[in-house]
């Protein structure tokens, strides 16, 4: 059996995170956790910080249950932290998974006509 793969994007705003994760899903048939719309359910437009680690470490827990299950596994979200990327690849890490991160890189100017 295959380790389950942990799919961690990592980008800017606009980098175009979103359309890649989309795309992962669908061919490899991973579960796709999108932050942004997660946290806009959850919270609406406005949060605060306290509200932003509930989020993370609520969808973390969703993550490494799917992977500890043989789920692949799409997180998007700008992991722009080393520290935030490192967590979760040591708690796939703790369950067999492997990691892989794809980090997406475009232009200012793009990524800001996006965002």
Same mark, same amino acid.
């Given at each position: ?24 899903? %669908?061919?490899? @048939? ?5 932050? +942004? ?5 959850? $919270? &609406?437009?406005?949060? #605060? ?12 827990? %969703?993550?490494? @249950? ?5 789920? +692949? ?5 700008? $992991? &722009?932290?080393?520290i #935030?990327r ?11 998974? %492997? ?17």
């Amino acid at each position: 059996m295959m380790k389950p793969t942990l799919y961690l994007m990592v980008g800017y705003p606009g980098s175009g995170k979103t359309t890649v994760a989309q795309y992962i899903s %669908k061919t490899t @048939d991973a579960v796709h956790i999108w932050a +942004d719309e997660e946290r806009k359910l959850r $919270f &609406g437009d406005k949060y #605060d910080t306290g509200q932003s680690v509930e989020l993370y470490d609520g969808l973390n827990l %969703k993550a490494i @249950d799917l992977l500890r299950h043989g789920k +692949d596994v799409v997180f998007d979200t700008n $992991f &722009g932290l080393r520290i #935030d990327r490192d967590k979760l690849r040591q708690m796939a890490n703790d369950v067999g998974a %492997k990691t892989l991160i794809i980090w997406l890189t475009t232009d200012r100017d793009s990524s800001k006509s996006r965002a």
